[in-house]
């Protein structure tokens, strides 16, 4: 298939929200974070950001809502740039096959997570961040701000708390993970700094430009130095490939076959390597906690404009 022109992708864009219609009320926003189910399950916004410095948009691309899991590859892409393949010692690299919260995973393979995308892995690497950045959240903070070029994103004290509240499942899996040996820090100190990770609140441009840097070999969307190696770049698509959308990879890689990265908050980001990133927010999830109608979104975007890593 030809790819279409640039100035096709807002065309593109203004079709979507009609032409997946039916992909609404299919599912129900995340309600195990008691602060997410407050948000209107009926919002869609989503935004295109290239490697040219072009941004396109559509519905409520500029709304913030709360990014949850979309945080792991920043964390990770943050861990990777100060400690390299080392990170590997202590987290996998394979498809988990279970959800993203699973304990009896953890529990088989001897306190070593699946893949930095899981909860137990995303909790991993904040303990490894930890010893790498002195001040943890404002450092955390500024990396992401500066890769989205937005001075105003902030944490949510809101989903934050309702996350520390309700996080029984996060922390029982940071005590085994402790219990293995595989986290350096206090229990508590991790799970902050992994809370306050999954709480921060961007909009899909803000998430497009951020994730600009997977898609052009790893250089900083606004900055003229990288964020990570050009390897490491690879590294982090493949692992959005198959990992990043926990026990559905499959299912994403056979209908949209982008790298993508998923969060209950309803956002989904993707890179087409070379060319763009794409975030995509409607709160509405399927039972594997990606949001329906964003998936349907991605699925068609590929499709009408051609663009595929296969
Ligand atoms: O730790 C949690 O359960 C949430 N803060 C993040 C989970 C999440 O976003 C999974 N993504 N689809």
Redesign the pocket.
């Known amino acids: 298939m030809e790819y279409k022109p640039v100035s096709e992708l807002q065309r593109i864009l203004a079709c979507l929200p009609e032409a997946i219609t039916d992909a609404f009320n299919q599912g129900q926003p995340?309600n195990?974070?008691p602060a997410l189910a407050e948000v209107d399950p009926k919002r869609f916004g989503m935004a295109v950001s290239t490697v040219d410095g072009e941004d396109f948009t559509a519905g409520d691309a500029r709304e913030m809502f709360s990014i949850?899991?979309?945080s792991k590859v920043f964390s990770l892409s943050l861990a990777i740039s100060h400690m390299g393949e080392e990170l590997f010692q202590r987290v996998g690299v394979e498809p988990s096959g279970t959800s993203?919260?699973s304990l009896s995973q953890l529990e088989y393979e001897n306190g070593i997570p699946r893949n930095p995308f899981i909860?137990a892995g995303?909790i991993v690497v904040a303990d490894a961040l930890l010893e790498y950045v002195s001040s943890p959240k404002q450092d955390f903070l500024s990396f992401v701000r500066g890769l989205s070029d937005n001075i105003d994103i902030h944490y949510d004290e809101s989903v934050f708390r309702s996350?520390f509240d309700n996080?029984q499942?996060?922390t029982a899996l940071a005590n085994y993970l402790k219990s293995f040996g595989n986290l350096k820090n206090h229990v508590s100190r991790v799970l902050d700094f992994?809370?306050y990770q999954?709480s921060l609140s961007m909009s899909c441009l803000d998430l497009a430009r951020a994730f600009r840097f997977l898609a052009q070999d790893g250089r900083h969307p606004f900055r003229n130095e990288s964020v990570v190696s050009r390897l490491q770049a690879r590294r982090i698509n493949s692992l959005m490939m198959t990992c990043g959308?926990?026990d559905e990879a499959g299912e994403f890689a056979f209908h949209v076959g982008l790298p993508c990265k998923?969060?209950?908050?309803g956002g989904i980001v993707a890179i087409i390597p070379g060319k763009m990133s794409i975030c995509v927010w409607s709160p509405e999830?399927g039972a594997k906690?990606?949001s329906l109608p964003g998936m349907r979104a991605l699925e068609y975007f590929v499709k009408q404009s051609g663009h595929s890593v296969f």
Do not use: M
């Not at 998923?262 to 908050?265: A, I, L, M, P």
């Open positions: 995340a195990y974070i949850q899991s979309i993203f919260n909860n995303a996350e996080g499942r996060n992994y809370f999954c959308t926990y998923s969060g209950v908050g999830l906690g990606n």
